[in-house]
Nanobody
Framework: QVQLVESGGGLVQAGDSLRLSCAAS????????MAWFRQTPGKEREFVTA????????YNADSVKGRFTISRDNAKNTLYLQMNSLKPEDTALYYC????????????????????WGQGTQVTVSS
């Protein structure tokens, strides 16, 4: 089992930056590829970005390329999401998730392919 706890969400203005964190416990954090998803009421959970076990490879949704950066610190068992130039459409509940393998295929975009999830942290961007 892997337990994931997100933090760092909040209310910001358009153009601001925010950094989310996801603290992992349980099984060895570095064994897992990690990802961030987001969800708004009435919509499906949307893939944002993913990172492989070492941090050497990432995979980003087009909607966040150039604005969001995923990173990880395996020594601290923590995943990060640096969000810059935030837009109102980035408003969502943000989740971190873990799975064993990493790829740049469509499989990474499917929530059902992830084994563990956090409870989410709310990000609200005002215009």
């Amino acid at each position: 089992q892997v337990q994931l706890v997100e933090s760092g969400g909040g209310l910001v203005q358009a153009g601001d930056s925010l950094r989310l964190s996801c603290a992992a416990s349980g099984h060895t954090f570095s064994n897992y590829a990690m990802a961030w998803f987001r969800q708004t009421p009435g919509k499906e959970r949307e893939f944002v970005t993913a990172i492989n076990w070492s941090g050497s490879r990432t995979y980003n949704a087009d909607s966040v390329k150039g604005r969001f950066t995923i990173s990880r610190d395996n020594a601290k068992n923590t995943l990060y999401l640096q969000m810059n130039s935030l837009k109102p459409e980035d408003t969502a509940l943000y989740y971190c998730a873990a799975r064993i393998s990493f790829s740049t295929s469509q499989a990474m975009l499917r929530p059902a392919s992830y084994d563990y999830w956090g409870q989410g942290t709310q990000v609200t961007v005002s215009s």
